[in-house]
């Protein structure tokens, strides 16, 4: 019988709907489309969690303003920190004394402590989970697609040619293991001219 890699979400959280944010490329927005999607989410009245799983390369927090480290619940347990209006976020920097101490760790370890952000972190009772994975297609994300049912990905990419082709390595993942995408969102398309108002691509 096919094996399950799914991790057992923590006892005191309930998460209706996962949604992954990827790409096969590094710094098209995945991080800043996460954020305007929770922020957005987070207005329609929904409760939102945020899982950074970019360990390598954190950047949520700081895009909402929190520092600091995640304090541990009292029967066992991580807690999250929550932004302004509510929306609960875990990051690996988040855990850190010193935010610019780097993360050298190697594949395994970075894709067990994402694991343990779904299997350990007492999340609460939220309608949705975004979570920001890092570009490619190597350990951390084959982990977040294996380990956490996620009810499908949405998909950054910007206009380039080298980076569509890049970024459609991560849409046959998805394809492979049977993940919807939910949508495409092409970043960085043009920019509008501040003197003139005329569109550059």
Known sequence: EPQSFLEKL???SSVKKVIGVVSG???VG???VT?????E???RGLKVGIMDADVTGPSIPKAFGLSGICEAAPLGGILPKETKTGIKVMSVNLLLEDITSPVVWRGPVIAGTVKQFWTDVIWGDLDCMLIDCPPGTGDVPLTIF???PLDGIIVVTSPQELVSMIVGKAVRMAEMMDIPVLGLVENMSYLTCPDCGKEID
Request: glycine share 10%.
């Open 10 to 12: 923590n006892p005191a």
């Open 25 to 27: 490329k590094g710094g």
């Open 30 to 32: 995945k991080s800043m």
């Open 35 to 39: 954020e305007l999607a929770a922020v």
């Open 41 to 43: 989410l987070r207005r």
């Open 146 to 148: 294996q380990s956490i």
